[in-house]
């Protein structure tokens, strides 16, 4: 192991994970269907459902990156809550380090949530206005029980300053801070918990062009030194060429290509991938 992977592991310990292979997928998504029932229109009959994924299948490995692309309505936030184990499949499972995430019970489940946590679209929406930093960033160490006053304040200190922020900003309130710090300060709170995956949904897109690269770069920048692994939607082709090993299109809650950034984005070949491709002049192919 070398000098930086192994502070990386000391720095970044995971929960125990019992016999997990270390060459098997970190993340193993089979099947993964979603029905959302309609409100009646009519009192008799079968209810009518939205069908938000339709058998979902996808891998990633340890250290790297998948990006989900996709139209609004195709499923991808669908995707990300169950993923994350915040909402329940109609069918199909969610193996994270070889635990099946839907079949688990509540405490095991909560004590799983250490290694895959999630960042959200709006930093403005995400981190609640009357807490502080700290109390913001050390939340889910809270929910994991177990901390001292002392251990929190010192892992917000050190997470703070991973993200490029200071110690001292602890102290504050998220709305002395710009979108792009507060962007910061979420994911603060996604790895203070030192999660082997992140989930993040749209992690730039309410941001200000000019500080999107930066949060991009990050992210990327926490990857190398942390070997975190990231599950990556956007609806910003740029963004997950940018990011991403791999890249997989939904539509219609189906997935309809997958592959290498570069060459899906350079030769689509589903007529939908095409159309989205064509419907982003700005990206250099
Ligand atoms: N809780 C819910 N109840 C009913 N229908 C839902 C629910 N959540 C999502 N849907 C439906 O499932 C489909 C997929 O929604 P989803 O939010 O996953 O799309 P998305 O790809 O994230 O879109 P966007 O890019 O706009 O965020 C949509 O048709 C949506 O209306
Ligand atoms: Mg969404």
Same mark, same amino acid.
């Given at each position: 192991?070398?000098?930086?992977?192994?502070?990386?592991?000391?720095?970044?310990? @995971?929960? !125990?994970?019992?016999?997990?292979?270390?060459?098997?997928?970190?993340?193993? /998504?089979?099947?993964?269907?979603?029905?959302?029932?309609?409100?009646?229109?009519?009192?008799?009959?079968?209810?009518?459902?939205?069908?938000?994924?339709?058998?979902?299948?996808?891998?990633?490995?340890?250290?790297?990156?998948?990006?989900?692309?996709?139209?609004?309505?195709?499923?991808?936030?669908?995707?990300?809550?169950?993923?994350?184990?915040?909402?329940?499949?109609?069918?199909?499972?969610?193996?994270?380090?070889?635990?099946?995430?839907?079949?688990?019970?509540?405490?095991?489940?909560?004590?799983?949530?250490?290694?895959?946590?999630?960042?959200?679209?709006?930093?403005?929406?995400?981190?609640?206005?009357?807490?502080?930093?700290?109390?913001?960033?050390?939340?889910?160490?809270?929910?994991?029980?177990?901390?001292?006053?002392?251990?929190?304040?010192?892992?917000?200190?050190?997470?703070? =300053? =991973?993200?490029?922020?200071?110690?001292?900003?602890?102290?504050?309130?998220?709305?002395?801070?710009?979108?792009?710090?507060?962007?910061?300060?979420?994911?603060?709170?996604?790895?203070?918990?030192?999660?082997?995956?992140?989930?993040?949904?749209?992690?730039?897109?309410?941001?200000?062009?000019? /500080?999107?690269?930066? /949060?991009?770069?990050?992210?990327?920048?926490?990857?190398?030194?942390?070997?975190?692994?990231?599950?990556?939607?956007?609806?910003?082709?740029?963004? /997950?060429?940018?990011?991403?090993?791999?890249?997989?299109?939904?539509?219609?809650?189906?997935?309809?290509?997958?592959?290498?950034?570069?060459?899906?984005?350079?030769?689509?070949?589903?007529?939908? @991938? =095409?159309?989205?491709? !064509?419907?982003?002049?700005?990206? !250099?192919?």
């Amino acid at each position: 192991m070398n000098t930086i992977n192994s502070i990386a592991a000391s720095a970044f310990p @995971t929960s !125990a994970t019992g016999h997990f292979d270390p060459n098997a997928p970190l993340l193993r /998504v089979r099947g993964l269907q979603r029905d959302y029932p309609l409100p009646r229109t009519r009192p008799w009959g079968p209810r009518a459902q939205v069908q938000a994924l339709r058998g979902v299948d996808l891998d990633i490995t340890t250290g790297r990156s998948l990006g989900v692309v996709g139209e609004s309505g195709s499923g991808k936030s669908t995707l990300a809550r169950l993923v994350m184990a915040l909402d329940t499949p109609s069918a199909g499972s969610v193996h994270l380090l070889g635990r099946d995430l839907h079949r688990l019970p509540a405490h095991a489940l909560r004590a799983a949530r250490r290694d895959f946590q999630m960042v959200f679209q709006d930093p403005y929406g995400s981190l609640d206005p009357r807490q502080t930093v700290e109390r913001i960033v050390t939340e889910p160490l809270q929910a994991l029980g177990s901390a001292t006053r002392a251990e929190l304040r010192e892992q917000a200190a050190a997470v703070l =300053q =991973q993200v490029g922020l200071r110690a001292g900003d602890a102290h504050k309130y998220p709305h002395e801070f710009s979108g792009g710090q507060r962007q910061r300060i979420a994911i603060a709170r996604a790895l203070i918990t030192r999660p082997r995956l992140i989930v993040a949904d749209e992690p730039v897109s309410a941001l200000d062009v000019s /500080v999107q690269a930066q /949060v991009l770069n990050l992210l990327q920048d926490l990857q190398e030194r942390l070997g975190v692994t990231y599950l990556l939607i956007s609806h910003d082709l740029a963004v /997950v060429q940018h990011l991403c090993d791999e890249v997989l299109v939904l539509h219609e809650g189906r997935v309809v290509e997958r592959g290498a950034p570069h060459t899906l984005f350079s030769t689509p070949q589903h007529p939908y @991938t =095409q159309a989205l491709v !064509a419907a982003v002049p700005r990206i !250099a192919l």
